[in-house]
């Protein structure tokens, strides 16, 4: 007698998703990942700093401009020194980790999707979210927020799987799963790796009135676990620098969302239009998937303990950025995979029904808006700011605005006349070519790069040869020139690391005309308004290379 194992279907759908959603997600944030030049100042920070750790070999400690950095924890450091290691430094491999993390969203909001609301909502969710503005946005950029945003996302999706298990080894699983990643959020960018979990939870816990929820969530061995993983790397920077913990936290936590230190004040509705703007085209849903969330009486709530965690997730966390004093458009983006989750469940359920009068409202208005954006991004943003490129960047705009509305008229005609699940497919096919194209003339918009210059510079530069940014910092200055830059009469975010240690390379004016003077080659980088108050001193200079905002000029012709 033999016996033959035959596939579980609904393991091998599930399998097969996975790889289809990841795939396709893949696809679509690696299109022209490493076309554009590096953004400043964020883009260019985050690959300095660990390029500064390839080349002197140390990694406990982030250096930006070989300026101590206490900013932020080190794990996306690390990550983009493994991306330099195997595929050296350069545009595409330092946007591998956002764009990977972008696809693994993806993928986890499928997965949890499918999970509570069935295989339809897992699919459409990832839809929502990969195609959502903001977040393609954020996976094509080189900064901490996509990163700890999933990490946030994967360890509450964790707790949502392991809250529906039994005591036991699987709920124990599962719940170690939700602190390792928090930790790892924590490693990322700080305390919120924590707090927002721990908030969300803890709010959920009391509308439910369930406090016996903490003992099912083992928190005293989780605890150790996450300080296992998120302690040390804390504990070794203050025993290497005293005054750590003190900036880290008190600085760069508490005060940064308690004052104005950070000077990033904005009303408390900022994040209102940020939030509708970041999940277009899918934002024109979002009240009626709200509504279809909290749709049961209060005592049916019960059936809804998974849905109830992600509403307040996603309220939780938009009040808690909300109430700030320090507001950046990319904070608000961890409540997203929640939120197309909410979204994508609408969407599934409304599939094959009848369009109800809320959702004839949201086809018109995604007609409109891509027709009133289309028309800004085709003729308002090559208007306002003509010196910006040549004429190829009109051409590109106008394709870009045109692709935008098109979507939204083709979209909004298809749903209108063939129901939600045609008018949804075209959208998002549309919207998806939209943001390719966005990405594709994304680098037209680029004010502030040095990158034709510093590659201008770096033949002309011999190991005795100085840089200076003059009166200010060109942040991806020193990545194109793999090599520190000095800095004359300006400090910046580098002010604090120079107060701990001594940094001759960070000087003022009177320093450096000296340098300049002194017979060694120096190279003066400044933008053009500074360049005319330096001519009007008759100082002299050599042009080496310039454009409309910068110039490089050597003290020897």
């Known amino acids: 007698m033999s016996f033959t194992r035959t596939k579980n279907p609904d393991t091998a759908s599930w399998s097969r998703d996975i790889f289809t959603v990841g795939l396709i997600a893949a696809i679509v944030y690696a299109f022209m990942l490493g076309s554009r030049e590096f953004g400043v100042p964020d883009e260019a920070r985050y690959c300095e700093i660990p390029r500064e750790m390839v080349a002197s070999g140390h990694y406990l400690t982030p250096r930006l401009d070989g300026v101590l950095y206490f900013e932020k924890p080190p794990l996306f450091y690390w990550l983009q020194t493994v991306s330099i290691h195997l595929f050296g430094l350069n545009q595409w491999s330092m946007r591998l980790w956002t764009a990977f993390f972008a696809v693994s969203g993806c993928v986890a909001v499928y997965a949890l999707g499918r999970h509570l609301y069935g295989r339809r909502a897992g699919l459409l969710s990832a839809l929502v979210l990969g195609t959502s503005l903001l977040y393609f946005a954020l996976g094509h950029i080189i900064t901490l927020d996509m990163t700890v945003s999933v990490l946030l996302s994967l360890s509450?999706?964790?707790?949502?799987?392991?809250?529906?298990?039994?005591?036991?080894?699987?709920?124990?699983?599962?719940?170690?799963?939700?602190?390792?990643?928090?930790?790892?959020?924590?490693?990322?960018?700080?305390?919120?790796g924590i707090v927002f979990p721990m908030m969300a939870i803890g709010l959920w816990i009391m509308f439910y009135w369930d406090w016996q929820q903490l003992r099912r969530m083992y928190l005293g061995q989780n605890t150790v676990l996450y300080l296992l993983i998120a302690a040390p790397w804390h504990i070794m920077m203050q025993l290497h620098h005293p005054t750590f913990l003190h900036y880290y936290f008190i600085r760069q936590h508490f005060e940064r969302y308690l004052t104005h230190v950070a000077h990033r004040y904005q009303p408390f509705w900022y994040f209102v239009p940020i939030l509708l703007a970041g999940l277009l085209p899918w934002s024109v849903f979002f009240a009626q998937a709200a509504r279809f969330s909290l749709r049961f009486r209060f005592a049916e709530r019960g059936a809804h303990r998974s849905t109830m965690l992600l509403v307040i997730w996603v309220a939780s966390i938009f009040v808690f950025f909300s109430v700030s004093d320090s507001k950046l458009i990319p904070y608000i983006l961890p409540v997203f995979p929640a939120a197309a989750i909410l979204i994508g469940r609408y969407l599934a359920d409304r599939w094959t029904a009848p369009l109800s009068r809320a959702d004839r409202i949201a086809f018109y208005a995604v007609g409109v808006i891509g027709v009133l954006l289309g028309l800004a991004v085709a003729i308002v943003?090559?208007?306002?700011?003509?010196?910006?490129?040549?004429?190829?960047?009109?051409?590109?705009?106008?394709?870009?605005?045109?692709?935008?509305?098109?979507?939204?008229?083709?979209?909004?005609?298809?749903?209108?006349?063939?129901?939600?699940?045609?008018?949804?497919?075209?959208?998002?096919?549309?919207?998806?070519?939209?943001?390719?194209?966005?990405?594709?003339?994304?680098?037209?918009?680029?004010?502030?790069?040095?990158?034709?210059?510093?590659?201008?510079?770096?033949?002309?530069?011999?190991?005795?040869?100085?840089?200076?940014?003059?009166?200010?910092?060109?942040?991806d200055l020193p990545v194109y020139l793999r090599r520190r830059v000095e800095i004359v009469d300006f400090k910046g975010e580098l002010g604090y690391g120079t107060t701990l240690e001594k940094t001759p390379w960070v000087m003022d004016g009177r320093r450096f005309w000296r340098q300049w003077n002194s017979g060694r080659t120096v190279y003066l980088v400044t933008n053009r308004p500074t360049y005319r108050r330096l001519e009007k001193r008759h100082i002299r200079m050599h042009m080496v290379a310039e454009n409309p905002f910068h110039v490089i000029v050597c003290n020897k012709g």
């Not at 964790?158 to 699987?170: C, D």
């Not at 909004?412 to 966005?438: D, Q, S, Y």
């Open 381 to 475: 943003v090559p208007a306002t700011r003509p010196s910006l490129q040549p004429h190829t960047m009109p051409i590109v705009m106008a394709c870009v605005g045109a692709a935008l509305a098109l979507a939204g008229v083709a979209a909004a005609a298809t749903g209108l006349r063939k129901g939600m699940a045609p008018g949804v497919i075209v959208l998002a096919c549309g919207f998806t070519v939209f943001l390719w194209g966005v990405n594709a003339g994304a680098h037209y918009l680029d004010t502030r790069s040095i990158k034709p210059l510093a590659l201008t510079l770096a033949p002309r530069l011999t190991p005795a040869s100085i840089v200076a940014c003059y009166g200010g910092y060109n942040q």
């Open 156 to 192: 509450l999706f964790a707790f949502v799987w392991a809250e529906g298990r039994p005591m036991g080894l699987e709920r124990r699983f599962g719940m170690g799963l939700a602190f390792v990643f928090a930790a790892l959020a924590t490693l990322t960018k700080g305390l919120i």
